[in-house]
C-alpha cells in the first residue's frame, strides 16, 4: 500500500513541476499536507482491512487529503485521525459493495 500512495504522491509532484511558479505556491498547502499524510502511513497502526481498502482505492492519496479539507481542522496531528478515518470508511464501502459484514 504504501509504495501505491507513494507513486501517487510522486505523479502529483511531478504534475506540480510542470506548472507555472504562481500555480506551484498556490498548491503548497496541498502538497504540504499530503507528505504528512504519507507520514502518518508510516506511523499508523491499520487493520489488514483498512489497509486493503487504502490500496484498494484508485485514489488513496486524494481519499485522504479530501477528507482532511473537509474536516475543519487545520492542525497536523488531527490529518492521523482523517487517514484512519478514511481508511475505515473505504473499507466499510467496500464491504457495503462486495455485501460482506463485519
Not at 511558479?21 to 507520514?39: H, L, V
Not at 485514489?59 to 475543519?72: G, T, V
Request: charged share 35%.
Amino acid at each position: 500500500m504504501h509504495e501505491k500512495i507513494s507513486r501517487k504522491l510522486n505523479g502529483f509532484y511531478d504534475k506540480l513541476l510542470t506548472l507555472e511558479p504562481k500555480e506551484i505556491i498556490e498548491r503548497a498547502y496541498e502538497k504540504a499536507t499530503k507528505d504528512e499524510i504519507m507520514g502518518c502511513l508510516g506511523t499508523l497502526e491499520l487493520t489488514y482491512g483498512q489497509a486493503q481498502a487504502l490500496y484498494k482505492s484508485p485514489a488513496p492519496l486524494e481519499e485522504c487529503y479530501q477528507r482532511w479539507l473537509k474536516s475543519d481542522s487545520s492542525y497536523f496531528p488531527d490529518l492521523h485521525d482523517c487517514v484512519e478515518e478514511a481508511a475505515i470508511q473505504l473499507e466499510k464501502e467496500g464491504k457495503t459493495k462486495t455485501g460482506e459484514e463485519r
